[in-house]
């Protein structure tokens, strides 16, 4: 029979746009969120984080915004690159437990 | 830092023989996790440790799947016998706690 994989989203921009990617959390004790990129071939690479005492956290080219009211979490990513092409994953973990992983979204930069 | 060390990159075996992958992680974490990553399920945890010591195997799929850490800086995921269905790249993963957690490049295996 078929198989059927994984449908990820996708987010298709041009270079040099903003892009921002969406996570919806499951845990509302979550106390702890991660954004992973990941590219073709490659493991996950951690990007920025946040704890559930800020809403909002800045990287380099990447902001992080956390909304526990909503358990919503976006990342927001500046002058989008097509270096910045890969799989984008959230991850909440409570305490010192293990992480858990939404489905991921694709970013596809054209240049 | 080397960060965290997984080998065979690539492994190609036939159905009923054992496969052995290999984990070293970062020094001086404490936390080692090992994920699987297909297309149908996305990335799974199998296993992980804290302080050599298996904390929650619940991710391991069957019997077939084992998981030692006999010391603090090397872990194995043994699948013996192996089938088609465990074809699927897979992660280790270190942390300490409090910290995020780096991931190795991954073993992409394949049963034929």
């Known amino acids: 029979g078929e198989s059927v994989g994984l449908h990820l989203p996708t987010l298709s921009v041009q270079e040099g746009d903003n892009s921002i990617i969406n996570c919806a959390y499951s845990n509302s004790a979550s106390d702890y969120f991660i954004w992973y990129k990941q590219e073709s071939g490659k493991g996950p690479q951690f990007i920025i984080d946040?704890?559930?005492?800020?809403d909002k956290r800045q990287g380099q080219r990447v902001t992080v915004l956390l909304n526990k009211t909503v358990k919503h979490l976006s990342l927001q990513i500046a002058a989008t690159q097509p270096g910045d092409s890969a799989v984008y994953f959230c991850?909440?973990?409570?305490?010192?437990?293990?992480?858990?992983f939404g489905k991921g979204t694709m970013l596809l930069v054209s240049p | 830092d080397a960060g965290v060390i997984q080998s065979p990159r690539h492994e190609v075996t036939e159905m009923g023989q054992e496969v052995t992958l290999r984990c070293k992680p970062i020094?001086?974490?404490?936390?080692l996790f090992w994920y699987r990553q297909t297309m149908m399920r996305g990335l799974e945890l199998l296993i992980y440790f804290n302080n050599n010591v298996p904390i929650d195997d619940s991710g391991m799929p069957e019997d077939r799947f084992s998981a030692k850490m006999p010391n603090a800086s090397f872990s194995t995921l043994k699948i013996q016998p192996s089938e088609p269905r465990d074809s699927a790249v897979y992660f280790c993963?270190?942390?300490?706690?409090?910290?995020?957690?780096?991931f190795g490049s991954g073993t992409r295996l394949t049963v034929v």
């Open positions: 991850a909440e973990r409570v305490g010192y437990s293990t992480l858990t």
């Open positions: 946040i704890r559930s005492n800020m």
């Open positions: 020094s001086g974490h404490n936390s």
């Open positions: 993963a270190s942390s300490l706690a409090g910290t995020h957690t780096p």
